[in-house]
């Protein structure tokens, strides 16, 4: 069972402190992407990677970075967060290829005060 | 880059049959057309996808238009459970999946 595993789920935080916000999978797939969920807005993407050591940018990269350095990690980094990245964060997987089935992770709900 | 369009919500009495349109007109000829949900407090989850047949399995049904501009989900049977946001995107063979919109609030009454 593909599991996709988010730490922490729950964040409160101040503006300007840095933070990551981790992504770990079990089913060794290539695609790993974070999402950004706000009300009335949808899940609009981030960042996605298409593998280790090759990340692209989403719609709404801004104030985000990641990296893949392994296959099974893909950390979303905020380096000074802001009150406006205050949101629900998902990470995705899969496998690449139109057809593959993408699995989300929990969720990790942040606040930036 | 290919958009979807699906109407913001919809109601549907319990135990009765629900069609969720999805209008996709700008779609390359390599996407395919996924469906996922997403109940309260959790994260999306895969419902089905196709590419230009229509498809079945045990959550839904998939019809595709012949020009593939537009797809529609088909609730056989809807439940309680069934309530949630429903996301018509595209997944296209450079790997990456194509942005959610705002999706289809299914509202079940009992």
């Known amino acids: 069972e593909a599991q996709v595993t988010q730490n922490p789920r729950y964040l409160i935080t101040v503006t300007g402190k840095k933070l990551t916000v981790t992504c770990s999978q079990n089913m060794n797939h290539e695609y790993m992407s974070w999402y950004r969920q706000d009300p009335g807005l949808g899940l609009r993407q981030i960042y996605y990677s298409m593998n280790v050591e090759v990340t692209d940018k989403g719609d709404v990269p801004e104030g985000y970075k990641v990296s893949r350095k392994e296959k099974r990690n893909f950390p979303l980094i905020l380096e000074s967060p802001s009150p406006n990245q205050t949101s629900l964060y998902f990470c995705?997987?899969?496998?690449?290829?139109?057809?593959?089935?993408?699995?989300f992770g929990p969720g990790t709900r942040l606040t930036v005060l | 880059d290919a958009k979807t369009t699906q109407p913001n919500s919809m109601e549907s009495n319990e135990e009765e049959p629900v069609h969720l349109p999805c209008n996709h007109s700008t779609i390359s000829g390599t996407d395919y057309i996924h469906w996922y949900r997403q109940l309260p407090s959790q994260g999306p989850e895969y419902v089905i996808h196709g590419l230009t047949s229509n498809v079945n399995n045990r959550m839904a049904s998939l019809a595709i238009a012949e020009d593939r501009k537009s797809s529609t989900l088909i609730l056989h049977r809807a439940t309680l459970r069934d309530a949630a946001v429903y996301y018509c995107i595209l997944g296209n063979n450079a790997g990456n999946m194509l942005t959610f919109g705002g999706g289809t609030r299914l509202m079940v009454k009992p």
């Open positions: 995705a997987i899969r496998r690449t290829g139109g057809a593959d089935t993408q699995y």
